[in-house]
């Protein structure tokens, strides 16, 4: 997965269908995993604010130690 600009996006895909690599736009319309997600920061800790750690009330059972 990469993410930016769409133009660079594009050239991304297009370099890669050339190469044989199957190449594919995921239809979102926010910022995800790039330097865009800095134009919603804001946005993002206002609406988050009120989210706040808790214990859960489902167990989580680690895949890597079992415990």
């Known amino acids: 997965v990469v993410a930016g ?3 660079a996006l594009d050239e991304i895909a297009a370099v890669a ?5 199957r190449a594919r736009r995921v239809p979102v319309d926010y910022a995800s995993h790039s330097a865009h997600v800095e134009d919603i920061r804001e946005r993002l800790l206002e609406d988050l604010a009120p989210v706040a750690p808790q ?4 167990p989580v ?5 079992g415990g």
Do not use: L, N, W
């Open 61 to 65: 059972i680690s895949t890597v130690t």
């Open 17 to 21: 269908e050339a190469a044989g690599v």
């Open 5 to 7: 600009d769409p133009e």
């Open 55 to 58: 214990e859960s009330r489902i």
